[in-house]
């Protein structure tokens, strides 16, 4: 089956770029249909959709986020990036990647990463 695995370091300064990596295996990131998400959630706050990458390579981004993210992919490595930059301690959040079949579909989902933002 899909497993989606997020890395990327635990703590980014304020200002800094958040860069973190989704490592899909049981499937490929290019499969016909497929979407791979970025979505975060910040302590005591809901689920907050960042982006998505498709299965063609392209982006679509949060309009309140458009202008600091880019989601980019290596298909040689089956990998999905988030690059978000100029962070806050407002971004410090739990981040997810999920996948699934088309764009508004969850269908499989990450552990998820805890990102600090902080001095």
């Known amino acids: 089956q899909v497993q989606l695995q997020e890395s990327g370091p635990g703590l980014v300064k304020p200002s800094q770029t958040l860069s973190l990596t989704c490592t899909v295996s049981g499937g490929s990131i290019t499969t016909n249909s497929y979407y791979w998400h970025w979505i975060r959630q910040p302590p005591g706050k809901g689920l907050e959709w960042i982006g998505y990458?498709?299965?063609?390579?392209?982006?679509y981004y949060s309009p309140s986020l458009k202008s600091r993210t880019s989601i980019s992919r290596d298909t040689s490595k089956n990998q999905c990036t988030l690059q978000l930059s100029s962070v806050t301690p407002g971004n410090t959040a739990v981040y997810y990647c999920?996948?699934?079949?088309?764009?508004?579909?969850?269908?499989?989902w990450g552990q998820g990463t805890q990102v600090t933002v902080s001095s």
């Open positions: 999920a996948g699934g079949v088309r764009a508004s579909s969850y269908n499989y």
């Open positions: 990458i498709a299965y063609s390579g392209s982006t």
